[in-house]
């Protein structure tokens, strides 16, 4: 038969699925020989069953008769006794931590004969009556669901009618008349009397917190925390121990180190005469926890025995819940606490020092995410700052700049000294020198991988996106909120890419000692180090020697390339072409895609050859020595045109004015002949390839040529040609023959032999990855474009989707995170493994990398590691936080 209750000695903290995080680890105190008031646990799956049927599962209420009956001997008093009281409190606690999701019901088991034989018990009348007060207060509020500032504000009046703020002035005869006020209440939004029978008291409370884990608040809270909704709460309840019963009582929370900064030393607070919520809920100043010395130095030497003792047995920093009871020290809670990611990394260093963890263990101590939030200038917390709105936090950081609404002002404004922040409704290739140039980039329309996000993410650059409230008006130059206040160019706005907060003015900015260090220029053994950049250098330098997968960056420029190497790149896995095509060359890749002849075009060709030769010969100099993957030009063919309306539109104001057009009549028809619907599925990638002539070929020559030149002058070249958006074998066949016939043309050889290179394709289409087997045969590697394969996989347009309707998508559960994010294990992993196995049966030592979005992402990179892939290549200023990731992965794989 289920077992429903456990006793405080029955468990550990290893089952907090089934007791949760309180209950396990009451449990383990427990059995650790701490002072713990007795009580037991009713487990989380009495609570899915009573959500599921609307009634405690069939056995429970007898196990918990038979658990209450043990206390009551256990602690000899009966619960509610009329003389001496047992009260219990009942208390919420799922496997993970909600802080004040749930509920908790204090002083179950008083009434109006109870509260007597308290106040005999205790000596004291005015407590008694505090408690009782307490108890209808917070059992009408959570368990009869009335209005919470009824309670308040009866309280309010008291306090006043007394002529006193605090509520310590409120004597016995005032408490009591406040129940009497409170009863009145419960009457009134109930029609009920408030319960005098204790178990009644108990079992409802039991009810009101199992429901506590559908409440709106709960269930915002677990969608924010990607807490799966169906676990369920546990109800621990233990018996009642009093911080109300006077000054030499109390209640305190406390931190066995810094959780801010990981310092060690004593931490927290701690309040006379109060209960429970008191210390939280902010109704009194607290005393910093180290007054309670001078205080009541017993209990507080026992708490700090009781405190080192926990970290030595948790292994970890702890946070804990104490009450004295007229100088008795008990126990109410520990968990291992939650920190700052600065505090996560110097206290897994500390505790390896300490000897409690070894180095793996520090390793998993910490996260990517944490780090990348270590790498970012903040904003300084302390400032005063007025909120204009909040975006989506696209790209960590903290920007502050005056505001400019296209590319050119940025950069010229920029050029002659000034801080800009580029603001559009969302941004484009075209905005590339301007993002450059700004300090950071502000949009109101697009989601996490728009355009202006995945650029800005890419160059390490603060981006909030969709900030939807406000109008961006470019032509007029300014900005318009929901509520009419108006920004317009060259006001200062500040930007926080880590919360999407837009502030008005100038927001004081503190830098970044870790990305000084990753940068190179604040070496680690030196003074000017402090604990933290330390300790990142010493996890890292774990993580890197645990790790199974390599990282790669995607970099375009030959300055990108050496920063990645900085940052502890291994290779570029995606040189991506297309930003090479832009600014001035753009007429010449105009003229490539107009051309009507061959020669026309041959002689467009030629002239990009000299400065496509430049541009690798730039990154494959930087990357001396590493693997360097070149994709041949990606994307659609209009990319490179004029917009067809504002075309249409221009020739049609020439034309009305009797100007020549000819020539933009010309572009015209051309710029509609290669208009598609559906660009994103139409003619970019391989199939460009094969549809305009000459074009992979002279990037393929400007590859081999660059590679020839740097061997000859003795640099080591490793480059890698990389076909995109390959569907078909064929289509690879068709391109490996054109690079077979190039690379043995003499521009491409060193003494009479071609510098060595592999030819692979990207897998980012369904098809690819189904027919990986084949592929294979013409690839010496593949690399997962998990863009467009989460795109192509599930149909959603990438470009589009996150600002329509993703946020639905996200608040119904559909899922957890955005796909293109964080890689969907089930549909497009499954298309990553697929093709991981096809491949290797083809060619067993295929290479295996991921160069989308996802390379960088810390879950997907886990993912990847188990999938068996060779590398994960993401943008240069993830590059730290793959490495760490994929140590990590290493530490915890089954595999491994
Ligand atoms: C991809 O599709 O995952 C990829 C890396 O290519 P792009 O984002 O340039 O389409
Ligand atoms: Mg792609």
């Known amino acids: 038969m289920t077992k429903f209750v456990f006793d405080f000695a029955e468990g550990d903290r290893d089952q907090k699925d089934l007791l949760g995080g309180k209950g396990a680890n009451l449990a383990e105190m427990t059995n650790l020989g701490l002072p713990v008031p007795p009580g037991f646990t009713i487990t989380t799956e009495a609570c899915r069953a009573y959500l599921a049927h609307g009634d405690e599962p069939a056995g429970m209420a007898r196990e918990v008769s038979d658990h209450l009956a043990a206390l009551e001997r256990a602690m000899g008093r009966t619960l509610g006794d009329a003389d001496d009281p047992l009260l219990v409190s009942v208390r919420s606690g799922a496997k993970f931590s909600m802080p004040g999701m749930m509920e908790t019901v204090l002083n179950v088991g008083l009434n109006d004969t ?12 005015r407590f008694a009556w505090d408690s009782y007060r307490r108890l209808v207060q917070m059992f009408g509020a959570t368990v009869l669901d009335i209005p919470a500032e009824r309670f308040a504000d009866a309280l309010d009046d008291a306090k006043r009618a007394k002529g006193t703020k ?14 009497d006020t409170y009863k009145g209440v419960v009457r009134d939004g109930t029609g009920r009397d408030f319960p005098q029978d204790p178990r009644e008291q108990m079992d409802l409370a039991v009810r009101a917190v199992f429901s506590s884990w559908n409440s709106p608040r709960a269930n915002v809270y677990r969608r924010q925390e990607r807490i799966p909704a169906d676990l369920g709460t546990a109800v621990s309840v233990c018996s009642m121990v009093f911080g109300n019963l006077g000054m030499d009582s109390g209640t305190g929370v406390a931190f066995t180190r810094d959780p801010s900064s990981g310092a060690r030393g004593v931490y927290g607070d701690y309040l006379q005469n109060a209960q429970g919520e008191d210390v939280v809920a902010g109704i009194r100043n607290t005393l910093a926890l180290a007054e309670l010395e001078r ?9 700090i025995e009781i405190m080192t003792t926990l970290e030595n047995h948790y292994r970890d920093l702890c946070d804990i819940e104490f009450t004295i009871e007229r100088g008795k020290l008990w126990m109410l809670q520990t968990r291992v606490g939650k920190r700052t990611a600065a505090a996560a990394f110097t206290v897994a260093t500390q505790l390896i020092d300490e000897g409690l963890i070894d180095a793996d263990e520090a390793l998993q101590r910490v996260t990517g995410a944490q780090l990348a939030n270590l790498m970012f200038p903040r904003f300084d917390r302390d400032a005063e700052k007025e909120l204009l709105t909040t975006g989506m936090n696209a790209s960590p950081g903290a920007a502050v700049g005056a505001v400019v609404f296209d590319s050119r002002t940025a950069v010229r404004r920029a050029k002659a000294g000034e801080k800009v922040l580029l603001v559009r409704r969302e941004t484009n290739p075209d905005d590339l020198d301007g993002m450059i140039a700004a300090e950071g980039v502000l949009t109101s329309r697009g989601g996490r991988t728009s355009h202006a996000a995945v650029v800005a993410r890419g160059m390490g650059k603060t981006a909030v996106c ?50 000084t260090y ?6 680690p053994d030196s003074d000017r180090a402090d604990d933290l950049v330390r300790a990142v250098h010493r996890i890292m330098t774990h993580a890197d020697a645990s790790r199974r997968l390599r990282v790669r960056v995607n970099a375009d420029t030959g300055d990108d390339a050496a920063r990645a190497r900085r940052f502890g790149a291994q290779g570029i896995g995606l040189c991506r072409t297309e930003h090479m095509f832009l600014g001035d060359r753009r007429e010449l890749v105009e ?4 051309a009507e002849t061959r020669d026309e075009r041959e ?83 391989v199939r460009l390839g094969i549809a305009v002539p000459g074009l992979f070929a002279m990037q393929v020559r400007a590859i081999t040529r660059a590679a020839a030149t740097l061997a000859a002058e003795g640099v080591s070249v490793d480059p890698e040609i990389m076909v995109p958006l390959v569907g078909a074998v064929q289509e690879l066949q068709a391109i490996n023959a054109e690079i077979a016939e190039i690379t043995s043309e003499p521009e491409s050889q060193v003494d009479g032999k071609t510098v060595p290179y592999a030819v692979g394709t990207m897998i980012e289409l369904p098809r690819a990855a189904i027919t990986a087997a084949q592929i294979a045969e013409s690839a010496e590697f593949f690399s997962f474009g998990t863009n467009d394969l989460t795109q192509t996989t599930w149909g959603f347009s990438r470009d589009d989707v996150e600002s329509s309707f993703f946020s639905a998508y996200l608040e119904t559960g559909i899922f957890g995170a955005s796909p293109f994010e964080s890689i969907d294990v089930e549909g497009v992993g499954y298309l990553v493994e697929l093709a991981t196995r096809e491949g290797r049966k083809t060619r067993p030592d295929i290479q295996l990398g991921i160069c989308g979005e996802h390379g960088g992402d810390p879950e997907s990179v886990h993912f990847f590691h188990q999938a068996g892939l060779d590398y994960v290549s993401c943008s240069p200023f993830r590059i730290p936080i793959a490495r760490l990731e994929a140590g990590r992965a290493s530490g915890t794989a089954a595999d491994d």
């Open 114 to 125: 109870s509260v007597e034989g308290l106040a005999r018990q205790a000596g004291d009348e």
């Open 166 to 179: 605090d509520d310590l002035d409120l004597d016995a005869d005032d408490c009591r008349t406040l129940v």
């Open 295 to 303: 205080i009541d130095k017993t209990s507080y030497d026992q708490l």
């Open 466 to 515: 969709g900030a939807e409230e406000l109008e961006v008006d470019v032509k007029a130059k300014k900005i318009t909120t929901d509520d009419g206040r108006e920004v317009v160019e060259g006001d200062i706005l500040s930007i926080d890419g880590t919360d999407g907060g837009v502030y008005l003015g100038e927001v004081p900015v503190v830098p970044s000692p870790v990305m």
């Open 518 to 523: 990753f940068e190179g220029e604040l070496d």
């Open 591 to 594: 003229a490539v895609v107009l």
């Open 603 to 685: 002689k467009s060709l030629a002239a990009l050859l000299p400065l496509q030769i430049e541009d690798f010969t730039a990154i494959l100099r930087a990357m001396e020595g590493l693997p360097v993957t070149i994709r041949l030009l990606d994307p659609p063919l209009h990319e490179f045109l004029p917009d067809l309306t504002e075309l249409t539109v221009k020739v049609a104001i020439a034309q009305e004015r009797g100007e020549d057009t000819t020539s933009d009549e010309e572009l015209l028809t051309a710029v509609r002949r290669l208009h598609e619907q559906n660009p994103m599925l139409g003619l970019r990638g």
